[in-house]
């Protein structure tokens, strides 16, 4: 069974530091790994996804996550965040076409100036 | 991309009727769609799985009676939530999965809908 780790529920930080959101996952077969963010009272919205090819995944609005199959971590990165990126993140997982993905419970990212 | 639309967005009902969410892939077919609760604060949690043409599997604990859904075309999945009671208010989220996707692996989500029973 596939399950998904989000070592953080809630990360603080000011405005243009660097952030990291943690994810680890569990599977017994290959994963396709994807990270999504929702801003208040809206739905899911594609960050990046990992299916193949390099570990190092650019996303939208700066965002970059690298797969690390030994460690079997898929973590959220940017640089330098701004306020607009105070939301909560998702990061799922998929090892079968057509199924449903799997969410870890999410890191709430607060954006202060 | 490939757009997934719900209707309505909100929709506040009176303990005991019916309400009826509706989730449309606007550009491709969806040969599966997802339906996902979320209370506030929390992640999302699978309801269940509709492959169009047949029956809806729920997850355990679901109540299949009480959230029906019907997928009876490739772009349309409707999921009525019968005798609502304020314990059924909450986020409601679809996904779906289909032909002209990049890879079948990837889910294109709907914007959910916030149903409040009073």
């Known amino acids: 069974a596939q399950s998904v780790t989000q070592l953080d529920s809630q990360v603080p930080v000011f405005e243009e530091a660097p952030v990291e959101l943690r994810c680890n996952y569990s599977s017994s077969v290959s994963v396709y790994l994807f990270w999504y963010v929702q801003y208040p009272n809206q739905g899911l919205q594609l960050l990046l996804k990992?299916?193949?090819?390099?570990?190092l995944v650019k996303g939208i609005n700066g965002f970059e996550a690298e797969f690390n199959k030994s460690q079997t971590s898929f973590h959220l990165r940017k640089p330098s965040v701004h306020i607009s990126d105070t939301a909560e993140y998702f990061c799922a997982v998929n090892n079968q076409a057509g199924t449903a993905l799997i969410f870890g419970k999410g890191t709430t990212l607060s954006v202060s100036s | 991309g490939a757009v997934v639309s719900q209707h309505p967005s909100w929709v506040i009902c009176k303990s005991g009727t019916s309400v009826k969410i509706e989730c449309r892939s606007l550009d491709f077919q969806a040969t599966t769609m997802f339906w996902y609760r979320q209370f506030p604060k929390q992640s999302l949690m699978l309801m269940a799985t509709s492959n169009e043409g047949s029956k809806a599997t729920y997850e355990q604990g679901v109540e299949k009676d009480k959230f029906l859904i019907n997928h009876a075309s490739l772009t349309l999945s409707t999921l009525t939530v019968t005798s609502a009671h304020p314990e059924d208010s909450s986020f409601y989220i679809c996904?779906?999965?289909?032909?002209?996707?990049?890879?079948?692996?990837?889910?294109?989500f709907g914007p959910g809908t916030r149903l409040t029973v009073t």
């Open positions: 990992y299916l193949s090819g390099s570990t």
């Open positions: 996904s779906a999965s289909g032909l002209l996707t990049e890879s079948s692996y990837e889910q294109y």
